[in-house]
Each structure stands twice: as C-alpha cells, then as structure tokens.
C-alpha cells in the first residue's frame, strides 16, 4: 500500500498555511499560498499521492472544500468550537494552527463536523439571503413608525402597513409634510421591493427539483409552513447524521448546556452553541403551533400550568422536531393516529 500524506490547512480570506506530513509525523512540506483556485491548482501538481486534508470550518471553507474534493482521497472539515489545541494555545499563528490541524487528522483527533453537499449548501445561501431581505423589511417598517412618533402624527399602528390606509395618510395628514412624506414614500418603496423580492426567492425553493418532494412532505405536519419546512430541509440536510431526537434538539438549540460535577448538576440557559436559523424558525413556528394542532394545543396547555409560557413554547418546539425528524427519516406523510380508549372484556 502507497503511503498517506496528510494535510492541514489554515484557511483565510487571502493566504491558506498548509502543513504536509506523513504517517510517521515526518514533516514533507509547509508554507502558505494565495487563495485562488489557480494557486491552489498549481499546490496540488506538487503534493505527493495519495493525500488526505482537513481544514477548519470558516465561511472562506466552502469553495476550498468543493474544489480540493475530487482530487483528495479524503477531505475533512474540522469544528471550530472543538479545536482546543489550537484555541488554547500560548503562542498561535498561522503555520502552527496548519501544523496542529495536521497533526489532529493524522492521530485521527480531528473533531469533524458535518458538510453539506455543494446543491444543499447552494440553496440554504438563497434561503439565508431570504432572511436578510425578511430582517431588512422588519428594519424599514420600524423606521417607518419612528419617523411618524418623531413628527408626532397619529396613526392606526395595525393598519400602518396597508397600501391603501399609507397613501390616505400620507394625502389626508396636514402635519406631514413634503421632506417626510419623501421619506416615508421612500422607505415604503424599500418594503415593498423587499417583499417581491423575498416572496420570488421562496417561490424558487419551494419549485426546486430537489426539494419539492421533502418539503412536500413536511409540510403535511400540523403548523409546519413552507418556510420551516425550507429551513430544516436546508439546514439539516441529510438528517440520518442525527442518531436520536435528543442530538437534534440539541442541534436546533432547544435545549440548555449542562454543568456536572461530582454530585453538583447546573443547567444553563439555551446554549449558545446551536443552529440559529433553525432555532428562530422552529420557535416562531412553536408559537403559532397550538392554533393548528390539537395535541400540540394541549401539549402548550400543559406545559404553561406549570406557569412558565416560554417554557411551553420550548416543550412544542422540541416535539415539532421529533415530528419533523420522523417525517423525514422514513420519508413518509406525517399521519395522526387517534387514540382509543378500549374495555377489557
């Protein structure tokens, strides 16, 4: 058998630090090259074969990835959270985090992460590019109610929003005049744009090849909409990498960190370490659950008699998980099947 080289890369917007290394830990090569697919085309002619890579999870490790793939025999992305050896380090820079990472793939310590597929990690950018445009809209109606509390005007706050009610106010309202009415015409151009925009993006997904049949399916779990069913299907990906629900509750951020020593146990608040996108839509979606759901209505109920409302939001979030897992794991429609109450004979 030919021997293994291996690789760790540093990667950085403008200068990837490579360190290559045999199984032995001899030292072959190291240094730095510019982070361009031609530089690294070049890099490649020169490395010994076979080889295997990994490198840390950054938002420049993407297209590396994509482009080292068909030429490595394994490639490898490392969590950032995980790499203590690197982050605990007294002296750091980019040659030693390079030889680090090299050393943690070659002893088989490389704490990896999971990877999306190139399609999958394509849609979920659209996706994440939907949410900007959705928290921008936000940002605009907002300015919209400030700029009228500042010149004092009074205004129907549910009714603000409504093309035909802004118009009648702007034309009927004398304490606005012609500079604010400018902006106000101005930022409700923005929002309007926005919402075209973002509605054309979600249409997209909701049509792509790869997609329609999952969300499809999710879809048919009680308050889950096409945008929860966009985000978990993007965002997870390819959902047997979660070996139980715990783990993907976990992953979505909807449970707590715990702190154990000897006899002490601390629970913390929701971590920190989570999905953020999944979390935020699985909690908005949480909210809304107990309108469309009978069972998650009284799952609601029973959590918020013990008289913490957030609490019961959790305990719908995390079973919308499990439905969530379920439906897509087997790859079937999510059925309810009613219980009943049978007497012995």
């Not at 890579?53 to 297209?63: D, H, K, L, V």
């Not at 849609?123 to 994440?128: G, M, P, Y």
């Not at 509750?249 to 002490?264: F, H, Q, V």
Request: a positive charge; hydrophobic letters at 40%; glycine letters at 4%.
């Amino acid at each position: 058998m030919e021997p293994m080289y291996y690789i760790g890369l540093d990667v950085h917007k403008r200068i990837i630090s490579y360190c290559v290394k045999d199984a032995s830990g001899n030292l072959h090569a190291e240094g730095s090259l510019p982070a361009t697919r031609l530089d690294l085309d070049r890099w490649m002619k020169t490395l010994p074969q076979p080889w295997t890579a990994a490198m840390e999870a950054t938002m420049f490790t993407g297209w590396i990835y994509d482009h080292l793939q068909p030429h490595a025999t394994a490639l490898k992305v490392a969590h950032p959270l995980m790499l203590r050896a690197i982050a605990a380090a007294k002296k750091k820079n980019d040659r030693i985090d390079a030889r680090k990472i090299c050393d943690c793939l070659r002893c088989d310590f490389l704490p990896e992460c999971y990877m999306a597929s190139t399609a999958i990690r394509e849609r979920r950018r659209t996706l994440r590019y939907r949410n900007l445009l959705v928290r921008q809209m936000v940002q605009m109606k907002i300015k919209i109610s400030a700029l009228l509390m500042e010149a004092g005007v009074s205004y129907n706050k549910q009714r603000l929003h409504k093309a035909g009610y802004f118009r009648e106010l702007l034309a009927s309202n004398p304490d606005i005049d012609a500079g604010l009415g400018a902006l106000l015409r101005l930022c409700r151009e923005t929002v309007v744009r926005l919402g075209k925009t973002e509605s054309a993006r979600v249409r997209s997904l909701e049509r792509d090849a790869l997609l329609v049949e999952r969300v499809e399916r999710l879809m048919t779990i009680p308050a889950v909409g096409p945008i929860t069913a966009l985000t978990w299907a993007l965002e997870v990906g390819d959902v047997q990498r979660f070996s139980s629900i715990k783990k993907a509750i976990s992953y979505c951020g909807l449970c707590g960190a715990e702190k154990r020593s000897a006899n002490s146990v601390q629970r913390t608040p929701l971590s920190k370490q989570r999905n953020k996108h999944l979390q935020t839509t699985l909690i908005e979606a949480a909210k809304m659950a107990p309108r469309n759901s009978p069972a998650l209505a009284m799952l609601y109920d029973k959590e918020k008699q013990k008289g913490n409302a957030n609490r019961a939001t959790l305990a719908v979030a995390r079973k919308l998980v499990a439905y969530l897992v379920a439906v897509d794991r087997q790859q079937k429609e999510f059925l309810t099947v009613a219980s009943e109450n049978r007497t012995a004979a």
